[in-house]
């Protein structure tokens, strides 16, 4: 099984980003927002083919995330990582 591209750029940003991030507390778990689920785990499944078995990986993924990092964390990872995909001057400053 191969991760895409998405998910490696994912995984290698919010691995950096929450480096800092220090252990999230069991409150901090359920912070991230249902459309912010619903967003990674459709950007998700699009980059992993779009199966049930992608649904169940996907959604367990955003699961762990949210376990590790704090949503204002991940909000800052996921902000760095669609920016380093922009061309030109501005995406090469991230």
Not at 19 to 27: F, Q
Request: proline share 2%.
């Amino acid at each position: 099984m191969t991760i895409s591209r998405w998910m490696q750029l994912s995984i290698c940003a919010l691995a950096a980003v929450g480096s800092a991030a220090g252990t999230a507390r069991g409150d901090d778990i359920n912070d991230y927002p249902t459309n912010a689920r619903v967003e990674y785990v459709f950007g998700c499944m699009k980059a992993n083919g779009e199966t049930r078995q992608s649904i169940d990986s996907c959604s367990c993924s955003i699961d762990v995330l949210a376990s590790l990092l704090p949503f204002d964390r991940y909000v800052t990872a996921e902000t760095v990582l669609s920016m380093s995909q922009v061309r030109g001057n501005l995406g090469g400053q991230f």
